[in-house]
């Protein structure tokens, strides 16, 4: 799991230009799922390509399917590449695959297998979507344009307030958009980061740019920012005096993932 930050966006304006953000903004949840109190998708819809589907590992597979045309891997997909040379230097001679044309034949019988998290029908399109789009699937594409791996998750609503929380960091190119979008409304920031940093961030932006926005390693604000839109939340890092009373926050444990 991911650490969490609370995001909170508090608008200013006429209410009429305030009320048409949110319905342009907004959507509803999937079964069981609820509604998005902003959905970057809809200010920066991801082409729907990048949700891959397969038997394989997006970026593994098409890593795989360079390796075996032989043509050059790029940077991102490096680390797929080399740990996929480095499983048929272990497992390629007890195969009785060496000498040339070894590679090609071992990425071939992993993909039939689905071993290795190798699918080179995934690598097709995952090839495709690197050219068309500079990324293999959702994962990469969103870091880069929304800043932030997932949509936003668990919101809450209240006037002229939102909040939400995303995974590791905000997503400040969906705040740019949203911001440029409706020059007419303007909007404060205020961001609760999980985890050792202990970051609290304010920010305010305008017409499409962000006027301010400075980082304060502030615990106590930290707390009150989940506390106030919600979701009270003790961060793992502090230590807290011993009481009587139990806490009512549930104690973080969560570790870097992507």
């Known amino acids: 799991m991911p650490n969490h930050v609370k995001n909170i966006l508090d608008f ?9 953000l949110k319905s342009e903004t907004q959507s509803p949840g999937g079964p069981g799922e609820e509604d998005l109190v902003l959905d970057f998708n809809r200010l920066i819809p991801m082409p729907a390509s990048l949700e891959m589907e397969g038997d394989g590992v997006p970026g593994l597979s098409t890593a795989a399917l360079l ?4 043509s050059p891997v790029p940077e991102s997909l490096s680390w797929d590449a080399d740990l996929i040379l480095r499983r048929f230097g272990d497992d390629g001679p007890k195969a009785g695959l060496e000498g040339p044309g070894a590679l090609p034949e071992f990425i071939r019988r ?30 990469e594409w969103r870091v880069e344009h929304w800043g932030t791996k997932w949509n936003s998750y668990m919101p809450t609503e209240d006037g002229r307030r939102i909040s939400f929380l995303t995974a590791w960091t905000p997503p400040e190119p969906v705040y740019k958009v949203l911001s440029e979008r409706f020059p007419r409304v303007a909007f404060t920031l205020r961001c609760a980061i999980e985890g050792e940093d202990r970051t609290y961030w304010e920010g305010r932006y305008e017409k499409g740019a962000c006027r301010s926005m400075r980082a304060i390693e502030d615990p106590a604000r930290l707390e009150a920012v989940w506390a106030e839109a919600g979701t009270p939340f003790v961060f793992r890092e502090r230590t807290l005096e011993k009481s009587a009373e139990p806490s009512p926050a549930p104690r973080g444990g969560r570790g870097r993932s992507r």
């Open 12 to 20: 200013e304006g006429d209410e009429a230009e305030i009320e048409r």
């Open 67 to 70: 390796l075996m045309k032989g």
């Open 110 to 139: 992993a993909s039939l297998d689905h071993s290795y998290g190798i699918d080179l029908r995934l690598g097709e399109a995952g090839l495709e979507n690197l050219r068309r789009y500079g990324a293999v699937s959702w994962y």
